[in-house]
């Protein structure tokens, strides 16, 4: 079975560092683009980046970049997203989401679970 | 950034209604056009891809159409467990962007 495990829900105060994380499993992990979904409290989707495994290719949204790093091991088949300073204002459900086709980023077909950051002082 | 426009944001409809969602594109994105259903505490869902294409396991009452800037998500007769959030999302250019959902109510 295809599928995405993001790890667990974590609770931070701002001005800490997070990373989070996201397994893949059931396919060539290194051929399909991975990318990054935000969605905050009763709000829409918002995409903020992908990332090829393959060759740790990123690319990200304007809205998060130098915000955020994206990151992937090959070796582990996971992919991460980085924060060095979390502000309120990320506090949210993130998505990691893998791209339908290989090699090139379309629909995003296999999606994680979620994970949920609170980040209150 | 291409900002993607969905209307209504929100359509009250009850089962076995035909209802029809539309996305517009503030530039043309060819048929680069997907769509996915949301339902509460859930991830996304991916319905159709590239404008018409229904994803594997997605039920046939599910279509769509358009291209350019203009695009329609129709469901044919409304089950009970399509009462959900749906959500357009353009591949054409990243960023990727998404359109702000319809809810769509009982």
């Known amino acids: 079975e295809v599928q995405l495990v993001q790890s667990g829900a974590e609770v931070k105060k701002p001005g800490e560092s997070l990373k989070i994380s996201c397994k893949g499993s059931?396919?060539?992990?290194?051929?399909?683009?991975i990318g990054w979904v935000r969605q905050m409290p009763g709000k829409g989707l918002e995409w903020m980046g992908i990332?090829?495994?393959?060759?740790?290719?990123?690319k990200y949204s304007p809205s998060v970049q130098g915000r955020v790093t994206i990151s992937a091991d090959k070796s582990i088949r996971t992919a991460y997203l980085q924060w060095d300073s979390l502000e309120a204002s990320d506090t949210a459900i993130y998505y990691c989401a893998r791209h339908l086709t290989p090699v090139t980023y379309d629909a995003l077909d296999i999606w994680g679970q979620g994970t949920m950051v609170i980040v209150s002082s | 950034d291409i900002q993607m426009t969905q209307s209504p944001s929100s359509l009250s409809a009850s089962v076995g209604d035909r209802v029809t969602i539309t996305c517009r594109a503030s530039q043309s994105i060819n048929t680069y056009l997907n769509w996915y259903q949301q339902k509460p505490g859930k991830a996304p869902k991916l319905l159709i891809y590239a404008t018409s294409s229904l994803h594997s396991g997605v039920p046939s009452r599910f279509s769509g159409s358009g291209s350019g800037t203009d695009f329609i998500l129709t469901i044919s007769s409304l089950e009970p467990e399509d009462f959900a959030i749906y959500y357009c999302q353009q591949s054409y250019i990243i960023p990727l962007t998404f359109g702000g959902g319809t809810k769509v109510e009982i």
């Open positions: 990332i090829h495994p393959g060759d740790s290719d990123s």
């Open positions: 059931g396919y060539t992990f290194t051929n399909y683009w």
